[in-house]
């Protein structure tokens, strides 16, 4: 059983410029969360992603979009890019919704916006 | 305010040490989360728990809902155990995680 992986682990793009992340679940997983980390901070939910469809979003702008294939792997697409968009993205993944299912975490996208 | 807060921020202690962290949160829960986040972002789940109390080896996490609190101990600290802890909750129906700004703990032999 393989955990869950995102890539790429590091990435530098410069302002106006767009970006794909990509995660990859644990296996046996329909249910991903991405999550926003800046510098210092804890994370801040971006949107989840429920057997392909958006199933809740936090508090990010549109240019914030997301797709869920049907093996369950996940992207985040940021349009438009900021210099405070600059921060740590994270995908969790889990066998369902709710408070009955662990969320596991993969090692996280290190974006620096120029 | 923010809806989770932790306390400290910071911790620094000797090898050995009994540590507490503590977290408040100010809205209703179906759960709450304490993470491990070591250097380089990778994040690891401690314990999930909605009521009394969870043991894992030098590990303890309690939460008191009627208080709206939970801490996390460590028992014979060790410099492994350094490393960021977050608390975070489920607030919703979807299990999207709401979280603190975490407490940086690091142990000195």
């Known amino acids: 059983e393989t955990g869950v992986t995102q890539s790429p682990t590091h990435l530098i793009k410069t302002r106006g410029q767009q970006v794909t992340l990509r995660c990859s679940s644990q296996?046996?997983?329909?249910?991903v969360s991405w999550y926003q980390q800046a510098l210092g901070q804890g994370p801040q939910f971006i949107f989840q992603?429920?057997?392909?469809?958006?199933?809740g979003r936090g508090n990010f702008p549109p240019r914030f979009s997301g797709l869920q294939f049907p093996n369950y792997s996940s992207e985040l697409n940021v349009n438009a890019l900021e210099l405070d968009d600059s921060a740590l993205y994270l995908c969790?993944?889990?066998?369902?919704?709710?408070?009955?299912?662990?969320?596991?975490f993969g090692p996280g996208t290190r974006l620096t916006v120029l | 305010k923010n809806e989770v807060e932790q306390s400290p921020q910071n911790l620094t202690a000797q090898e050995g040490e009994f540590i507490t962290i503590n977290c408040s949160y100010s809205?209703?829960?179906?759960?709450l989360h304490w993470l491990q986040q070591h250097p380089g972002g990778g994040i690891v789940s401690l314990f999930m728990?909605?009521?009394g109390k969870k043991k894992h080896g030098r590990l303890i996490a309690t939460i008191n809902i009627q208080e709206k609190h939970s801490s996390l101990h460590i028992t014979a600290s060790h410099p492994r155990d350094s490393a960021v802890y977050i608390c975070?909750?489920?607030?919703?129906?979807?299990?999207?995680?709401?979280f603190g700004k975490g407490t940086k703990l690091s142990v000195k032999p």
């Open positions: 809205v209703g829960i179906s759960a």
């Open positions: 296996s046996g997983h329909n249910t």
């Open positions: 969790a993944s889990s066998s369902g919704l709710g408070m009955y299912n662990e969320q596991f």
């Open positions: 728990l909605s009521s």
């Open positions: 992603y429920y057997r392909e469809e958006e199933n």
């Open positions: 975070a909750v489920e607030a919703g129906s979807q299990g999207n995680l709401i």
